[in-house]
């Protein structure tokens, strides 16, 4: 896969409107609910700041009745909370469910996505930094957007308003309120490029010094740091991230800083104390305005060119927000390599696999991986791979699975090329458990069938595979059986297991699933040679009518298998049964030999 180099001009209504539709698609009523809110208070705002205020002090000074005014105030007051009730309802209540409905929605696509795309995706560098991008970014930049809609109502509103007041005192005003705008217009777009930058650079020389900050926390680390010296190393780290985030904030931050005194020295020097002096001079000195004129254009003429400007801000915003979008809308639209393919032919429950000269790379690397390997599976057959670290044992399953693509060759399941069968039913009749494996913080029942809805025949199935894993006398003993949380990343109560125990959960994954062909890569790591022999003979027992392919470096579980596969730099060196392949006296001979000669050690 290639990711495409990131483009700086996006398309800003585009993008925003993308986003938009993702919100009303989650919570209908958030957008037009907000809009009123905002219109709501907009015009209570106008009518205690401005209106009012205008309304009594020229009522006062051209002698207008007492109840007359009193009427006035209390209907604007009444009418204040009413908003102010409506407002609180929206912020309080409405709002932090529907931030919560937006979230799940768009976060559920992200989580759909990132379970979608090939494994090749997550090992490329571009484009899993566009990955962690739009996961940061895509909740909370969706609530960001809808604030920018709304603030953008507002500033439309209190402009039209206010200005609507000052042109009918004096047009003239209207000039003080358009400079900072003009300048706003002139200057902010390249502010918000610089701005854009600026994060894109802190979030990634970020995630240098968070990768450190987590290594220190996390527990898998814990047993390193404390009988090495990597500590220190991963100061060093930790103290150069610093040292880059510094340099990004020094070769920013006077941009940003200058651009933003441009802005202030505008609006509160020119703008502000202009308006001032002028309206003084018209009312104290040409006494053409009368005073409660001349306290609203005081009040309000900042008001208007802070909107004008805020106008101006927001279109920015909105421009800020298309570029971050652009990073979740390239993720979601991201057509994978490995399609889901519904529409491709459905994958028989039985079926031979059959490898015609198939050779693999992985992208940006010069050597083959796997080269021009034959090789046929057939239902039922117990597949041994064995062999040095980086034989390509690993990759040859991953490849079966379709985890990847062959770059040359086929794999054909039941005489048909996997690629034309539906993609999540295929990988389905799959069950396996990998080295690198993963313990989630749920119980154990959710460890071993990892679904929802959980049945009682899944939960009988679950048993048996923890019995025939050798785990369910250990799940048994604690506090709440197979319903107890593992890890304590949630729960005070859950339960650490060892590295062998917890291995153990995983191999019972493959005993409790429903599938036909059982992958094994060396999932018994953690074992002692004894408990991972009996391992694999309860599992051939359990699998006598499955397929089953596992690796294992050592090679007594090989005794096991029907047939051995030995890869060496990425080919077939010796196939056959164990026997077959003591008797050639070949490679395979010598590294059994060499672990016979070891166990034989250990044992005396």
């Known amino acids: ?64 009745a007492f109840q007359s005014i009193l009427v006035f105030i209390l209907s604007i007051a009444a009418y204040h909370l009413c908003v102010c009730f409506f407002e609180n309802w929206f912020n309080e209540i409405f709002a932090p469910v529907s931030d919560q409905k937006i979230i799940r929605h768009i976060q559920k696509k992200v989580f759909a996505k990132a379970s979608s795309v090939e494994m090749a995706c997550f090992e490329n560098p571009a ?35 206010m200005s609507f007041v000052i042109f009918t ?26 701005q854009y930058e600026y994060n894109m650079e802190m979030q990634e020389k970020s995630r240098k010094r968070d990768y450190v900050r987590r290594v220190f926390y996390l527990s898998d680390y814990a047993k390193e740091m404390r009988l090495t010296n990597i500590n220190k190393a991963l100061f060093l780290k930790f ?32 703008v502000y104390l202009g308006a001032i002096l002028y309206a003084s001079f018209k009312t104290l000195v040409s006494k053409t305005m009368l005073y409660g004129d001349c306290i609203v254009v005081i009040n309000t003429i900042n008001s208007i060119a802070w909107s004008l400007r805020g106008i101006a801000d927001i279109y920015l915003q909105f421009h800020g927000h298309a570029l971050y979008i652009d990073n979740l809308k390239y993720f979601l639209e991201y057509e994978p390599a490995i399609p889901e393919n519904p529409d491709g032919r459905d994958v028989p429950e039985r079926g031979s696999l059959l490898l015609d000269h198939v050779s693999f790379r992985y992208e940006g690397q010069a050597a083959d991986v796997l080269k021009n390997i034959s090789l046929e599976i057939k239902p039922g057959e117990k597949i041994a791979l064995v062999g040095h ?58 460890n071993i069938l990892l679904k929802d809805n959980v049945t009682d025949e899944e939960r009988t199935r679950a048993v048996d595979g923890m019995e025939n894993s050798g785990i369910l006398e250990k799940i048994r003993s604690l506090p709440n059986g197979a319903d107890t949380i593992l890890t304590r990343e949630f729960d005070d109560g859950g339960v650490i297991l060892s590295g062998g125990e917890a291995q153990k959960v995983a191999i019972a994954r493959v005993f409790a699933r429903p599938c036909e062909i059982v992958v094994l890569d060396e ?35 090989a005794v096991l298998a029907d047939r051995v596969c030995l890869l060496e730099d990425g080919e077939i060196a010796e196939q056959g049964s164990h026997f077959e392949l003591l008797h050639q006296n070949g490679k395979y001979a010598k590294l059994w030999e060499k672990q016979a000669e070891k166990y034989k050690e250990e044992a005396v």
Request: proline fraction near 3%; hydrophobic fraction near 45%.
């Open 523 to 557: 999932p018994s790591s953690a074992l002692d040679p004894l408990a991972e022999y009996n391992m694999y003979e309860a599992m051939m027992k359990a699998c006598r009518d499955k397929t089953v392919i596992f690796i294992s470096h050592r090679l007594s579980s």
């Open 239 to 270: 103290a150069d991230a610093v040292r880059e985030l510094k340099a990004v904030i020094k070769k920013y931050g006077w941009k940003i800083g200058l651009l933003d005194y441009l802005f202030q020295a505008t609006n509160d020097i020119v």
């Open 127 to 161: 484009f899993y930094d566009r990955y962690v991008k739009a996961v940061s970014e895509a909740s909370g930049r969706a609530m960001q957007v809808v604030g920018s809609l709304a603030g953008i109502v507002s500033c439309v509103f209190t402009v039209s308003a």
């Open 169 to 194: 005192i004096d047009p003239v005003l209207i000039v003080f309120a358009l400079l900072p705008f003009a300048v706003n217009l002139l200057f902010g777009k390249k502010q918000n490029d610089i």
């Open 389 to 446: 670290n980086g034989a390509g044992k690993t990759t040859l399953i991953k490849l079966l699975m379709r985890l990847y693509d062959v770059t040359e060759g086929e794999i054909r399941y039941d005489g048909v090329p996997i690629r034309e069968y539906r993609l999540r039913p295929y990988r389905e009749r799959f069950g396996a458990v990998f080295q690198d494996y993963r313990v989630f913080s749920m119980s154990v029942m959710d």
């Open 1 to 64: 896969m290639r990711v495409k180099k990131e483009k700086k001009h996006v398309h800003t209504l585009k993008n925003n409107l993308y986003l938009l539709k993702e919100v009303h698609a989650a919570s209908p009523g958030r957008i037009p609910l907000n809009l009123l809110v905002v219109i709501l208070k907009s015009v209570s705002n106008f009518l205690f700041d401005v209106f009012m205020l205008r309304f009594v002090i020229n009522g006062i000074q051209t002698g207008a």
